[in-house]
């Protein structure tokens, strides 16, 4: 039986990547001053940052029930099997979508998992899927192949300002994080699905060298995958790829954060996500 892999804009692939990996992405939603907009409309990522550093307001959105709609009709119009991977459910609202479309229309085909992350947290987990369905793995072990990579995911994200997230109101459920965060440089990450604190500095340098300590544990437990994120600006990211080649001698993926992501980090973010490997 034919695999088909579905996911959504917050995996933050490559270019072009998913086209040529046969790959569904549907576009997550946002709403910029008002305006509902969605990831790879007519706004670039680049004119969606500039827009909210020069003060545009914009929140995140979902997709619509009905964009899981079409993309499962269409994945599986030939009786094909899908595995639909998604950002955590403690991050947005689109797995109840993705839940809800699929238990109407799939027969028991269509498989949704809960990545529990965003960004290539996300995106690695449906590369590796597209991977094993090119290869003709089926769906079973696919499955558990990405829930075995799930726990092993390290996603971090250095801000040099939390106002995006004090504004979107994705600092975490406790009482008095925010303000905790005001006068820091903080480096957060996904802890139990949804965005924590991992890590605060006073200045930039030391959140640099804080974030590197928390890389270079990992790495030294070996890596399956290593990426990096960026919003406005490549050149921070790229750094850190080179770097992250010398240190340890694994090669990144560097890919710029979607607006439906970036609306809670703003656009001067660096973004660090390795997976260890199996035998860590």
Same mark, same amino acid.
């Given at each position: &039986?034919?695999?088909?892999?579905?996911?959504?804009?917050?995996?933050?692939?490559?270019?072009?990547?998913?086209?040529?990996?046969?790959?569904?992405v549907?576009?997550?939603?946002?709403?910029?001053?008002?305006?509902?907009?969605?990831?790879?409309?007519?706004?670039?990522?680049?004119?969606?940052?500039?827009?909210?550093?020069?003060?545009?307001?914009?929140? !995140?959105?979902? *997709?619509?029930?009905?964009?899981?709609?079409? $993309?499962?009709?269409?994945?599986?119009?030939?009786d $094909?099997?899908?595995?639909?991977?998604?950002?955590? $459910?403690?991050?947005?609202?689109?797995?109840n979508?993705?839940?809800?479309?699929?238990?109407?229309?799939?027969?028991?085909?269509?498989?949704?998992?809960?990545?529990?992350?965003?960004? +290539?947290?996300?995106?690695?987990?449906? &590369?590796?899927?597209?991977?094993?369905?090119?290869?003709?793995?089926?769906?079973?072990?696919? +499955?558990?192949?990405?829930?075995? &990579?799930?726990?092993?995911?390290?996603?971090?994200?250095?801000? *040099?300002?939390?106002?995006?997230?004090?504004?979107?109101?994705?600092?975490?459920?406790?009482?008095?994080?925010?303000?905790?965060?005001?006068?820091?440089?903080?480096?957060?990450t996904?802890?139990?699905?949804?965005?924590?604190?991992?890590?605060?500095?006073? !200045?930039?340098?030391?959140?640099?060298?804080?974030?590197?300590?928390?890389?270079?544990?990992?790495?030294?437990?070996?890596?399956q995958?290593a990426?990096?994120?960026?919003?406005?600006? *490549?050149?921070?990211?790229?750094?850190?790829?080179?770097? +992250? $080649?010398?240190?340890?001698?694994?090669?990144?993926?560097?890919?710029? +954060?979607?607006?439906?992501? /970036?609306?809670?980090?703003? *656009?001067?973010?660096? /973004?660090?996500?390795?997976?260890?490997?199996?035998?860590?």
């Amino acid at each position: &039986m034919t695999l088909r892999i579905v996911t959504d804009s917050s995996s933050c692939l490559p270019a072009g990547w998913a086209a040529a990996h046969g790959v569904t992405v549907i576009p997550q939603r946002y709403i910029l001053d008002g305006v509902p907009c969605r990831d790879g409309g007519d706004l670039s990522a680049g004119d969606f940052y500039r827009r909210i550093e020069a003060g545009a307001i914009s929140t !995140s959105s979902q *997709p619509l029930p009905d964009d899981f709609r079409s $993309a499962y009709q269409q994945a599986t119009a030939d009786d $094909a099997e899908v595995i639909s991977i998604h950002i955590g $459910a403690g991050l947005s609202g689109t797995l109840n979508s993705a839940y809800a479309v699929a238990s109407g229309i799939g027969s028991g085909r269509i498989h949704v998992v809960d990545s529990r992350s965003a960004g +290539l947290g996300l995106g690695f987990l449906v &590369m590796e899927a597209a991977r094993m369905a090119d290869e003709g793995s089926q769906a079973v072990d696919v +499955l558990a192949a990405v829930e075995t &990579m799930i726990p092993r995911t390290r996603v971090y994200f250095l801000l *040099p300002t939390v106002k995006y997230l004090v504004r979107g109101g994705r600092v975490g459920r406790a009482a008095g994080v925010a303000a905790s965060l005001l006068n820091v440089r903080p480096i957060l990450t996904f802890s139990d699905g949804v965005t924590a604190v991992v890590a605060r500095a006073r !200045s930039q340098r030391a959140a640099e060298t804080a974030l590197w300590c928390l890389v270079d544990d990992c790495a030294s437990r070996g890596l399956q995958f290593a990426g990096l994120h960026y919003a406005l600006d *490549p050149s921070e990211a790229e750094t850190w790829s080179r770097e +992250l $080649a010398e240190r340890h001698g694994v090669e990144t993926v560097v890919t710029q +954060l979607s607006p439906a992501v /970036g609306a809670h980090s703003g *656009p001067s973010i660096l /973004g660090v996500v390795l997976i260890e490997g199996p035998d860590s």
